[in-house]
């Protein structure tokens, strides 16, 4: 009797803690998504076509003359972003082929020219970011850390 009146406060207190954790790693991943929103729409379509104009036609295999789609060098899923150091112009066929994969262990398994690939994407990015000079991030980054870590 004596000892199950001492636990009881323990598992509650535990309850409160989680209940905490729960809201904010919710208002966490609301903050994360209204950002991935935003940056999903950072590339302007002058930036997107003066990335066309650089890389000639499909950044993987160099198709020239056909539809270009944007690709995310660094996958979403793997924390890519739709930022102008992180798009590729790919053709319809890579872009399919390459989805989540990371793209050096694609550009080797699918025997691509995988250092060609990066001195150009090396090259065309600082061409870009001298080109579109980076807005100052409004983002608190910190925040969310913090968060995290918290919770
Ligand atoms: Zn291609």
């Not at 004596?2 to 535990?14: C, D, E, I, K, T």
């Not at 003359?65 to 798009?87: E, F, H, K, M, W």
């Not at 890579?94 to 001195?119: I, M, P, Q, Y």
């Not at 061409?127 to 807005?135: L, S």
Request: proline fraction near 4%; glycine fraction near 4%; charged fraction near 35%.
């Amino acid at each position: 009797m004596n000892r199950r009146s001492r636990v009881a406060p323990v598992s509650r207190r535990y309850v409160d803690r989680m209940a905490v954790k729960r809201t904010k790693s919710a208002r966490a991943a609301r903050k994360r998504k209204r950002r991935m929103d935003r940056v999903e729409h950072d590339l302007t379509p002058v930036q997107w076509s003066a990335l066309q104009e650089a890389w000639g036609g499909c950044a993987y295999c160099g198709a020239a003359d056909v539809p270009l789609q944007r690709d995310c060098v660094l996958a979403i899923s793997r924390g890519g972003r739709y930022t102008l150091d992180n798009i590729a112009p790919a053709c319809r066929s890579c872009n399919a082929s390459k989805c989540n994969e990371e793209v050096t262990h694609w550009l080797r398994r699918t025997k691509r020219d995988e250092r060609a690939f990066l001195v150009r994407h090396y090259e065309i990015g600082r061409a870009m970011t001298e080109r579109f000079p980076q807005a100052p991030d409004d983002d608190h980054e910190g925040d969310e850390v913090a968060d995290d870590v918290d919770a």
